[in-house]
């Protein structure tokens, strides 16, 4: 990945989303741009003032490579299938704080089914930091693509849930280490 604070120049036109409202913009070819994170397989860059998230799949307009895919075998067990899944979503960051959302203690439930051609449903309930994060619908969307990027799940549903509602004490020791609670 990328180093914290490294400029690049945007080698195509992108789109990604403003932090933290979502909105999506286009990014035009030749500009410069910040990067302040580069977790997970997604960036977050500072143009003029401006932080925004662009996908891993769009990795190329920052002369970066996309993540490499997940791997597990077909014939993984559960146990095995449910460390992968974990290990899948411990690689989703928010944007704006370098900690992934399994630390920050915003998976509240996941649980795996098999299906009859041996694949896997995984049903996910989370959470956000703040409930009005505008970033909400793309932390979703990146657990539910980085779920079904493992070979053996076939479905994937997140709800995002605020009951309970997200607190500080949920967050792992490692987490509070990273931003500083400790």
């Given at each position: 990945m990328a180093a914290e604070d490294e400029v690049v120049t945007l080698q195509r036109d992108v789109i990604a989303a403003l932090v933290p409202s979502g909105q999506r913009v286009e990014l035009p070819e030749g500009t410069e741009a910040?990067?302040?994170q580069a977790l997970g397989g997604s960036f977050t860059v500072v143009i003029q003032g401006h932080m925004f998230r662009i996908e891993g799949s769009d990795a190329d307009c920052l002369g970066k490579e996309p993540p490499p895919l997940p791997e597990v075998s077909d014939d993984a067990d559960e146990e095995e299938v449910k460390k992968a899944v974990y290990e899948q979503?411990?690689?989703?960051?928010?944007p704006e704080i370098p900690v992934d959302i399994v630390e920050l203690g915003l998976i509240y439930r996941c649980e795996l089914e098999r299906a009859d051609d041996g694949?896997?449903?995984i049903e996910v309930d989370m959470t956000l930091t703040a409930?009005?994060?505008?970033?909400?619908d793309f932390l979703v969307n990146d657990v539910r693509s980085k779920l079904l990027a493992l070979p053996v799940v076939s479905e994937a549903t997140v709800n995002l849930v605020f009951d309970p509602p997200?607190?500080?004490?949920?967050?792992s020791e490692t987490a509070q280490l990273a931003v500083g609670f400790f």
């Open positions: 910040r990067i302040t979503m411990g690689t989703v960051y928010d694949s896997y449903r409930p009005g994060c505008g970033m909400g997200w607190r500080q004490d949920m967050m």
